[in-house]
C-alpha cells in the first residue's frame, strides 16, 4: 500500500475534517523537548493529598473516609449555576452569551497508587456506575454532560490522585454539536449510523484494532491525529451512556482495563491521556444517528518522555501525524495485557 510510506491525507467523517500523514518522517531524530520520567511510587495514602478519604481540601473541607469511587463538588469550578444571565448578539464580531453549569471530581478510588489500569475489574465497573449516575443526574437539568479524565501532568492534571471530572453547562460545546452536524449527515446521506457502520467496517478489516470483546471495540481511527489515539465504542447503537445494558457496563470495564493496560505497557510508564465520553446531548430527541464513544487523547509520539505536540502546520493548517494509525495499532496489539507495575521508574 503506497500510503504506507509516503505523505496523504485522511478524512474524519465525525468532524468533517483531514489529516496530514506523513510516515516518512518518523525516523526523524529528535533533539527537541524531553519529558522527565514518569515516577509510579506513590503511597496507597498520601497524607498531603487533597484528594485522599479522609484528608482536607484546599478550601478546608475534609473528605470522608469513602472506600471506591467519590464524587464532590469542584473546589475551583469551571462552569456555575448562578452566572447573572447576560447575551450580547449586537455585532456579529463581538458575540458573547452568559455559560452556566456545575462541575464535578469523580475519586476512580481512595487508593492513592491505582490508575484505571491497576484498578480490579470490579472497581472500574464501580466507576462505570458513577459515570451513568452522574450522567443521568445531571442530564435533567443540563444541556451537556462532560465526563472526562486528564491523566498525568503531562496533560495538565493538578493532582496524581487518579480521578477524573464531570462538568455540565446549558449549552452543547462546539466539538459536540460539530459531530452531532456529521452524524446527522451521514445518517441523512447513507441512510446507516456513520460510528456503527464505521465499527463493522474496521472489525472486518482488524488492521487498526487494538482490542475487542463481545460488546466493545477499541481501535486507532482511520483518521487519528496523536500518534496512539483511540476510539472505543460499543458494537451496537447505543446513543447514551444511559442506553447500556448490566453486561455492555461489565464489558466496558473489562475492556477499558485491557485498553488501559496496553497503554502502560507500549513506553513501560504510566501512559498520559486526556480522555471523554461523547454521546447523543440530553436534551436531543431524535438519536438514531448518534452513537455513544469514547476518544483517548494520549500525547506520547515515540518513548516515555518524547510528545506529539500540535504546533506550526497543526495550528495554522491542519492536523499532521509521522505514525500510521496501522502502524500504532500493532504496537499497541503486541503489548501485554498483565500490567507490570514493578518493571516502571
Same mark, same amino acid.
Given at each position: 500500500?503506497?500510503?504506507?510510506?509516503?505523505?496523504?491525507?485522511?478524512?474524519?467523517?465525525?468532524?468533517?475534517?483531514?489529516?496530514?500523514?506523513?510516515?516518512?518522517?518518523?525516523?526523524?531524530?529528535?533533539?527537541?523537548?524531553?519529558?522527565?520520567?514518569?515516577?509510579?511510587?506513590?503511597?496507597?495514602?498520601?497524607?498531603?493529598?487533597?484528594?485522599?478519604?479522609?484528608?482536607?481540601?484546599?478550601?478546608?473541607?475534609?473528605?470522608?473516609?469513602?472506600?471506591?469511587?467519590?464524587?464532590?463538588?469542584?473546589?475551583?469550578?469551571?462552569?456555575?449555576?448562578?452566572? /447573572?444571565?447576560?447575551?450580547?448578539?449586537?455585532?456579529?464580531?463581538?458575540?458573547?452569551?452568559?455559560?452556566?453549569?456545575?462541575?464535578?471530581?469523580?475519586?476512580?478510588?481512595?487508593?492513592?497508587?491505582?490508575?484505571?489500569?491497576?484498578?480490579?475489574?470490579?472497581?472500574?465497573?464501580?466507576?462505570?456506575?458513577?459515570?451513568?449516575?452522574?450522567?443521568?443526574?445531571?442530564?435533567?437539568?443540563? @444541556?451537556?454532560?462532560?465526563?472526562?479524565?486528564?491523566?498525568?501532568?503531562?496533560?495538565?492534571?493538578?493532582?496524581?490522585? /487518579?480521578?477524573?471530572?464531570?462538568?455540565?453547562?446549558?449549552?452543547?460545546?462546539?466539538?459536540? @454539536?460539530?459531530?452531532?452536524?456529521?452524524?446527522? @449527515?451521514?445518517?441523512?446521506?447513507?441512510?446507516?449510523?456513520?460510528?456503527?457502520?464505521?465499527?463493522?467496517?474496521?472489525?472486518?478489516?482488524?488492521?487498526?484494532?487494538?482490542?475487542?470483546?463481545?460488546?466493545?471495540?477499541?481501535?486507532?481511527?482511520?483518521?487519528?491525529?496523536?500518534?496512539?489515539?483511540?476510539?472505543?465504542?460499543?458494537?451496537?447503537?447505543?446513543?447514551?451512556?444511559?442506553?447500556?445494558?448490566?453486561?455492555?457496563?461489565?464489558?466496558?470495564?473489562?475492556?477499558?482495563?485491557?485498553?488501559?493496560?496496553?497503554?502502560?505497557?507500549?513506553?513501560?510508564?504510566?501512559?498520559?491521556?486526556?480522555?471523554?465520553?461523547?454521546?447523543?446531548?440530553?436534551?436531543?430527541?431524535?438519536?438514531?444517528?448518534?452513537?455513544?464513544?469514547?476518544?483517548?487523547?494520549?500525547?506520547?509520539?515515540?518513548?516515555?518522555?518524547?510528545?506529539?505536540?500540535?504546533?506550526?502546520?497543526?495550528?495554522?493548517?491542519?492536523?499532521?501525524?509521522?505514525?500510521?494509525?496501522?502502524?500504532?495499532?500493532?504496537?499497541?496489539?503486541?503489548?501485554?495485557?498483565?500490567?507490570?507495575?514493578?518493571?516502571?521508574?
Amino acid at each position: 500500500m503506497i500510503f504506507e510510506q509516503h505523505p496523504h491525507r485522511r478524512y474524519n467523517p465525525l468532524t468533517r475534517e483531514w489529516v496530514l500523514v506523513s510516515p516518512h518522517r518518523s525516523n526523524r531524530p529528535w533533539q527537541g523537548q524531553s519529558e522527565a520520567p514518569v515516577n509510579r511510587q506513590r503511597p496507597p495514602h498520601d497524607a498531603g493529598c487533597y484528594l485522599c478519604a479522609g484528608n482536607e481540601r484546599a478550601n478546608g473541607v475534609r473528605n470522608p473516609d469513602y472506600t471506591g469511587p467519590f464524587v464532590f463538588e469542584n473546589d475551583f469550578p469551571a462552569l456555575l449555576k448562578d452566572t /447573572p444571565f447576560h447575551e450580547d448578539t449586537g455585532s456579529p464580531l463581538f458575540q458573547s452569551r452568559t455559560a452556566c453549569g456545575t462541575s464535578r471530581v469523580i475519586c476512580f478510588s481512595e487508593r492513592h497508587d491505582l490508575t484505571l489500569p491497576a484498578l480490579p475489574v470490579e472497581a472500574i465497573r464501580k466507576v462505570v456506575d458513577v459515570w451513568v449516575r452522574e450522567y443521568e443526574t445531571l442530564a435533567r437539568d443540563y @444541556a451537556w454532560v462532560a465526563i472526562f479524565e486528564n491523566k498525568g501532568a503531562m496533560m495538565g492534571c493538578s493532582n496524581p490522585h /487518579p480521578h477524573g471530572q464531570i462538568w455540565a453547562s446549558d449549552f452543547v460545546p462546539s466539538e459536540v @454539536a460539530r459531530e452531532d452536524q456529521a452524524q446527522e @449527515a451521514f445518517l441523512s446521506e447513507t441512510g446507516q449510523n456513520l460510528l456503527v457502520s464505521y465499527c463493522e467496517a474496521e472489525q472486518s478489516g482488524e488492521t487498526r484494532v487494538v482490542v475487542e470483546n463481545d460488546d466493545w471495540i477499541a481501535v486507532v481511527p482511520f483518521w487519528a491525529v496523536w500518534p496512539f489515539e483511540t476510539l472505543l465504542t460499543p458494537k451496537r447503537h447505543r446513543p447514551r451512556l444511559t442506553d447500556l445494558s448490566t453486561q455492555e457496563r461489565d464489558r466496558l470495564a473489562e475492556i477499558l482495563k485491557r485498553l488501559c493496560t496496553r497503554y502502560d505497557g507500549l513506553f513501560r510508564t504510566e501512559f498520559p491521556y486526556s480522555m471523554g465520553w461523547h454521546g447523543a446531548p440530553p436534551g436531543l430527541k431524535e438519536t438514531a444517528h448518534w452513537q455513544l464513544h469514547a476518544h483517548f487523547y494520549p500525547p506520547l509520539l515515540r518513548s516515555a518522555t518524547v510528545r506529539k505536540f500540535l504546533v506550526g502546520y497543526e495550528m495554522l493548517a491542519e492536523p499532521q501525524r509521522d505514525l500510521t494509525a496501522e502502524q500504532a495499532a500493532a504496537r499497541l496489539r503486541a503489548q501485554s495485557e498483565t500490567l507490570e507495575q514493578d518493571t516502571f521508574g
